[in-house]
């Protein structure tokens, strides 16, 4: 994880985890990006509707309103229709409540198959996907090879 220059761009964190939400914020913050963690979801919705972020990480199972009905109040409002979520939780999405990709998420995230560079990729994937896809892009094929001229010691 490489510090980049700092950025404007806004997350809302809201994860009951209270560990693995201070790291995603260290990390992500470390990239530029300011921060800000819910541990349930009241203060989601208030952080959510108060910054208007660049992005929502949302865990599906925290306290006094679960994820999915978050997500659903987010996609509801005039101000919330257009930000990008992505779900991190421990439920397969197949197991997850029915309907999340239908409200519009980004993306769908299984926390036991993150690694610890995996936020700051999931994160640069849905802020910055031009940077990223360059960055992957397939390598410009050689089309012509300049022979090697090198000598090797007498053995």
């Known amino acids: ?16 985890n ?9 990390r992500l913050e470390l990239l530029g ?11 989601g919705l208030y952080f959510i509707q ?5 992005l929502v990480l949302l865990d599906l199972m925290v306290p006094d309103i679960a994820g999915d009905q978050i997500l659903a109040r987010i996609r509801g409002s005039i101000w919330g229709k257009d930000i990008p979520v992505i779900i991190i939780s421990n439920l397969n999405e197949a197991d997850a409540p029915a309907g999340l990709r239908a409200l519009g998420i980004t993306d769908y995230v299984v926390k036991a198959n993150m690694t610890d560079d995996s936020i700051d990729q999931i994160v640069n ?24 001229d090198v000598q090797l010691p007498p053995q």
Request: glycine residues 2%.
């Open 125 to 148: 994937r849905a802020l910055h996907p031009s940077a990223v896809s360059a960055q992957t892009a397939a390598p410009t094929p050689v089309t012509s090879y300049q022979p090697l």
């Open 1 to 16: 994880m490489e510090p980049t220059t700092p950025t404007t761009q806004k997350i809302v964190i809201v994860e009951d």
């Open 18 to 26: 209270s560990a693995l939400a201070e790291i995603y914020k260290t």
């Open 33 to 43: 990006y300011t921060c800000f963690i819910a541990y349930n979801g009241i203060t």
């Open 50 to 54: 108060k910054e208007i972020p660049d």
